[in-house]
């Protein structure tokens, strides 16, 4: 026990250093990028006492704690403000108003950070159209908002800067710099980058860097001239790589217009050197550039990689479907609304003998007739019906051992059914197994004949469905008791097998023999009274020309008496029974081994 407790021990405290040394390189690394970027811009984007044009600064931070764990967001927060403090003292002078300064930008980027972790995009803020909508709305509106009321207000009382147009420049310089730098820097951080960088072959990698190249020479084409406004060009090229290659191909390419753009504006090059209405109008108009930039591409980014997303994970999970269905019983076929199959998979050519392939785009009829016609017969019951599924057995027509049980199911829409799929699995071993447990239920166990319970059975479904003729004769072994009590019962028993051997000689293919019980047996003939009465005549000379039972001590000679009835439209079973019950009691009382009718 002390010695896990030992181990337990040296493991957390590994794990707190391990997580203190990490904590500690982000704060490092983030510190250091937040003086190193808010210098740059102070120094050239401000004159010392006013606000930057475009502030990454803060996106740095922000990225990073859209990266990390909320444990370590304090340590991140308080390195983004001794960056901040650091560099404005550097550009700026030393004053000490700048305290204020740096607690106000980590408070909008704590705020920007909270609610776009809060609103689930943290990991993702590009993920599609509904995350950068909230992302745009909190890092790139509210917080800078706050932190430029705050902000104006602390720079009217350290320089003396008027209140509305600080007001201004804070809101977009923050807003430009939140959007355009945190998704790049934040892929930087996370690991996208690389791990995008490493996933291209090489042929993939060569291509998207000439198209990457493509976008560099236009933008560069674009801001290294101030003769023609061209600004429209970027946008061309940044949606090729927006298709190309995915959003964050896109945050890279607009992170380079930004900076292109802001360098030529700058030195006073470029399309904004055309506006001749002073560099603060040309300030004005390059924001507005750039926002109009961002709220152009970086959405249409979004739709397109959320769409590749969906792509790439529909086609995974067809490709697992399809590894599914390939070591699968069932056979899978999947119809649109028109009853044309879209896709087929699963053991298809075991059971219907039929490739995959030569059932997609066959309609239901097609197939159908390739199969027997039960499927098309389960699809128009099933329209016919307005249900949504239904279940039904068939034997296919090129493998009738096979019996398959089809599961149709409809997929409907308010107006229409939009699809369709049928799940087929062989069932030919639990039919079987279903068959031989029915039959041994419904079979004698001594004569092997049917039994009482499926003799009715047969019965009832020739009264519901027949529409041919049919004949009920009841049959009674004369003085069977006799041969009981004076041979024993395994005589008897042999006794009945025989004369059961001897009626199904008697009887034709179609005729139907049940022992209801004892000595009392049944044959359901299907054909008209005069024709049964034929047979049973034939059958009672069987029976009584020869002896039922022979061995050394025994001789046994017997007959049996039928009586017959012919079913009439409208009789019941009981009816039915009731008329052959009658015409067996005329035989029997006219001195037995005799066929009786009754009308």
């Given at each position: 026990?002390?010695?896990?407790?030992?181990?337990?021990?040296?493991?957390?405290?590994?794990?707190?250093?391990?997580?203190?040394?990490?904590?500690?390189?982000?704060?490092?690394?983030g510190?250091l990028?937040?003086f190193?970027?808010?210098?740059?811009?102070?120094?050239?984007?401000s004159?010392?006492?006013?606000?930057?044009?475009?502030?990454?600064?803060?996106?740095?931070?922000?990225?990073?704690?859209?990266?990390?764990?909320?444990?370590?967001w304090?340590?991140?927060?308080?390195?983004?403000?001794?960056g901040n403090l650091?560099?404005?003292?550097?550009?700026?002078?030393?004053?000490?108003?700048?305290?204020?300064?740096?607690?106000?930008?980590?408070?909008?980027?704590?705020?920007?950070?909270?609610?776009?972790?809060?609103?689930?995009?943290?990991?993702?803020?590009?993920?599609?159209?509904?995350?950068?909508?909230?992302?745009?709305?909190?890092?790139?509106?509210?917080?800078?908002?706050?932190?430029?009321?705050?902000?104006?207000?602390?720079?009217?009382?350290?320089?003396?800067?008027?209140l509305?147009?600080?007001?201004?420049?804070?809101?977009?310089?923050?807003?430009?710099?939140?959007v355009?730098?945190?998704?790049?820097?934040?892929?930087?951080?996370?690991?996208?980058?690389?791990?995008?960088?490493?996933?291209?072959?090489?042929?993939?990698?060569?291509?998207?860097?000439?198209v990457?190249?493509?976008?560099?020479?236009?933008?560069?084409?674009?801001?290294?001239?101030?003769?023609?406004?061209?600004?429209?060009?970027?946008?061309?090229?940044?949606?090729?790589?927006?298709?190309?290659?995915?959003?964050?191909a896109?945050?890279?390419?607009?992170?380079?217009?930004?900076?292109?753009?802001?360098?030529?504006?700058?030195n006073?090059?470029?399309?904004?050197?055309?506006?001749?209405?002073g560099?603060?109008?040309?300030?004005?108009?390059?924001?507005?550039?750039?926002?109009?930039?961002?709220c152009?591409?970086?959405?249409?980014?979004?739709v397109v990689?959320?769409?590749?997303?969906?792509?790439?994970?529909?086609?995974?999970?067809?490709?697992?479907?399809?590894?599914?269905?390939?070591?699968?019983?069932?056979?899978?076929?999947?119809?649109?609304?028109?009853?044309?199959?879209?896709?087929?998979?699963?053991?298809?050519?075991?059971?219907?003998?039929?490739?995959?392939?030569?059932?997609?785009?066959?309609?239901?009829?097609?197939?159908?007739v390739?199969?027997?016609?039960?499927?098309?017969?389960?699809?128009?019951?099933l329209?016919?019906?307005?249900?949504?599924?239904?279940t039904?057995?068939?034997?296919?027509?090129?493998?009738?051992e096979?019996?398959?049980?089809?599961?149709?199911?409809?997929?409907p829409?308010?107006?229409?059914?939009?699809?369709?799929?049928?799940?087929m699995?062989?069932?030919?071993?639990?039919?079987?197994?279903?068959?031989?447990?029915?039959?041994?239920?419904e079979?004698?166990d001594?004569?092997?004949?049917?039994?009482?319970?499926?003799?009715?059975?047969?019965?009832?479904?020739?009264?519901?469905?027949?529409?041919?003729p049919?004949?009920?004769?009841?049959?009674d072994?004369?003085?069977?008791?006799?041969?009981?009590?004076?041979y024993?019962?395994?005589?008897?028993?042999?006794?009945?097998?025989?004369?059961?051997?001897?009626?199904?000689?008697?009887?034709?293919?179609?005729?139907?023999?049940?022992r209801?019980?004892?000595d009392?047996?049944?044959i359901?003939?299907?054909?008209?009274?005069?024709?049964?009465?034929?047979?049973?005549?034939?059958?009672?000379?069987?029976?009584?020309?020869?002896?039922?039972?022979?061995?050394?001590?025994?001789?046994?000679?017997?007959?049996?008496?039928?009586?017959?009835?012919?079913?009439?439209?409208?009789?019941?079973?009981?009816?039915?029974?009731?008329?052959?019950?009658?015409?067996?009691?005329?035989?029997?009382?006219?001195?037995?081994?005799?066929?009786?009718?009754?009308?």
């Amino acid at each position: 026990m002390i010695f896990a407790a030992m181990k337990f021990r040296k493991v957390s405290w590994y794990n707190l250093a391990r997580m203190g040394a990490l904590m500690g390189a982000d704060a490092l690394a983030g510190g250091l990028c937040y003086f190193l970027f808010a210098t740059a811009t102070i120094v050239l984007t401000s004159n010392g006492r006013n606000h930057a044009m475009v502030w990454p600064a803060d996106a740095v931070i922000l990225a990073l704690l859209l990266s990390r764990p909320r444990r370590h967001w304090p340590v991140l927060l308080l390195a983004g403000w001794a960056g901040n403090l650091v560099a404005n003292g550097v550009a700026r002078g030393w004053v000490l108003g700048l305290v204020l300064y740096g607690a106000i930008n980590m408070g909008q980027t704590l705020l920007a950070a909270h609610f776009v972790r809060r609103s689930r995009v943290g990991d993702d803020v590009m993920a599609d159209s509904g995350s950068f909508g909230r992302f745009l709305f909190w890092a790139g509106l509210i917080a800078p908002a706050l932190g430029a009321a705050a902000g104006a207000l602390s720079s009217q009382m350290i320089y003396g800067q008027p209140l509305l147009p600080s007001f201004g420049r804070w809101i977009a310089s923050n807003s430009l710099g939140f959007v355009i730098f945190t998704p790049f820097f934040k892929g930087i951080f996370d690991g996208s980058y690389a791990r995008a960088l490493g996933s291209l072959k090489k042929i993939t990698l060569a291509e998207n860097l000439a198209v990457f190249g493509l976008h560099v020479a236009v933008t560069l084409l674009v801001f290294a001239q101030n003769r023609l406004p061209l600004l429209y060009l970027p946008f061309s090229t940044l949606l090729l790589l927006t298709f190309r290659m995915g959003r964050l191909a896109t945050h890279l390419g607009t992170l380079l217009v930004a900076v292109v753009a802001i360098i030529a504006a700058l030195n006073h090059s470029g399309p904004m050197a055309l506006i001749d209405q002073g560099p603060l109008i040309q300030t004005v108009f390059l924001q507005a550039y750039l926002a109009v930039l961002l709220c152009t591409s970086l959405p249409v980014a979004a739709v397109v990689s959320a769409r590749a997303d969906a792509q790439a994970e529909l086609a995974a999970r067809e490709e697992t479907l399809r590894l599914v269905m390939a070591r699968s019983p069932d056979a899978i076929l999947a119809f649109d609304g028109n009853g044309i199959c879209r896709w087929a998979d699963g053991p298809l050519r075991e059971y219907l003998g039929i490739e995959p392939d030569d059932i997609v785009g066959a309609s239901i009829t097609e197939l159908s007739v390739k199969t027997g016609g039960a499927l098309e017969r389960m699809y128009h019951h099933l329209l016919a019906s307005n249900g949504h599924h239904h279940t039904s057995d068939f034997n296919p027509a090129r493998h009738p051992e096979l019996t398959l049980e089809a599961s149709l199911r409809l997929a409907p829409r308010q107006t229409s059914t939009i699809g369709s799929v049928i799940i087929m699995r062989d069932i030919t071993v639990r039919k079987a197994r279903e068959v031989a447990i029915s039959k041994r239920a419904e079979t004698d166990d001594l004569t092997g004949v049917l039994n009482r319970a499926g003799f009715h059975q047969r019965l009832n479904l020739a009264i519901e469905t027949s529409e041919e003729p049919f004949s009920l004769a009841l049959i009674d072994v004369d003085r069977f008791k006799s041969i009981n009590d004076t041979y024993g019962h395994p005589v008897g028993d042999a006794a009945l097998i025989e004369i059961v051997r001897r009626m199904k000689t008697g009887t034709r293919k179609g005729d139907v023999v049940g022992r209801l019980g004892g000595d009392e047996f049944a044959i359901l003939f299907r054909c008209e009274m005069a024709k049964a009465e034929t047979i049973c005549k034939r059958i009672t000379g069987l029976v009584s020309t020869d002896p039922i039972h022979a061995n050394d001590n025994v001789l046994l000679l017997t007959s049996i008496s039928c009586g017959v009835a012919q079913f009439a439209p409208g009789m019941s079973r009981e009816q039915l029974v009731d008329a052959a019950d009658l015409a067996l009691y005329q035989a029997k009382d006219s001195g037995r081994n005799g066929v009786k009718t009754v009308a």
